[in-house]
């Protein structure tokens, strides 16, 4: 079946730091991606999404690409910031309207100033 | 606008007992899901309405769990009886006609 692997965290870099968050997927067919993110206290919100292999989806400095020959969809930022603090997950859909959403285990990201 | 709205955000009861959550939706989004997060595992589907009618139902662990949604506005979500292994985060989300899904805050269940 369908699934998401993402990197074990938790994860705590200092501010201005590089960060990379791997995610590879199984899924038969061409699966919708996306990044999602929780912050403290808060729902889950949508951080990018790309639906087609060599997109890249990006936003708030985020960007992952939808790399089909590897099955991935990593997260990456040049320069994190004490407010990225957060749960990320990577989630995928296997076709779009109502198929429900296969997620990984989620990666705590902690940034220190 | 008013987002998905969960309630209650904790939970703490006894093994045996009956919890029920409760989800407020966007209101005019006819899609609802159900998703549960157990503690360091993934976050996996549940079921989905549309409207009042259950779509998919695929991911519902047992028959000690019954979701409603009547009228096809709020749904809740019992749990009957509660055993430990139920405990974990319980999040709603919501869509209308866009693939945008917006999610709740979450509702964390102890089963002690």
């Known amino acids: 079946g369908n699934s998401v692997t993402q990197m074990e965290g938790p994860v705590t870099l200092s501010e201005e730091a590089f960060l990379t968050i791997n995610c590879t997927y199984t899924a038969t067919g061409y699966p919708s991606l996306f990044w999602y993110v929780q912050y403290p206290g808060e729902g889950l919100q949508l951080l990018l999404k790309?639906?087609?292999?060599?997109d890249k989806g990006s936003n708030k400095g985020f960007e992952a690409t939808y790399r089909k020959e590897t099955t991935s969809f990593h997260l990456e930022k040049g320069s994190v910031q004490v407010s990225d603090s957060a749960v990320y997950f990577c989630?995928?859909?296997?076709?779009?309207?109502?198929?429900?959403?296969?997620f990984g285990k989620g990666t705590r990201l902690s940034v220190i100033a | 606008e008013a987002g998905v709205t969960q309630f209650p955000s904790h939970s703490v009861i006894e093994k045996g007992q009956t919890v029920t959550l409760r989800c407020d939706p966007i209101s005019g989004h006819d899609n609802l899901y159900w998703y549960r997060r157990v503690m360091g595992k993934e976050i996996k589907f549940l079921l989905h309405f549309v409207k009042e009618s259950k779509q998919d139902e695929s991911g519902m662990p047992n028959n000690r769990f019954l979701a409603e949604r009547t009228g096809g506005t709020y749904s809740t979500l019992k749990v009957q009886p509660a055993e430990l292994e139920d405990s974990g985060v319980y999040f709603c989300?919501?869509?209308?006609?866009?693939?945008?899904?917006?999610f709740g805050s979450g509702t964390q269940l102890s089963v002690l």
């Open positions: 989630a995928l859909s296997a076709h779009s309207g109502n198929t429900p959403l296969v």
């Open positions: 989300a919501s869509r209308g006609a866009d693939e945008k899904l917006f």
């Open positions: 790309a639906t087609k292999a060599d």
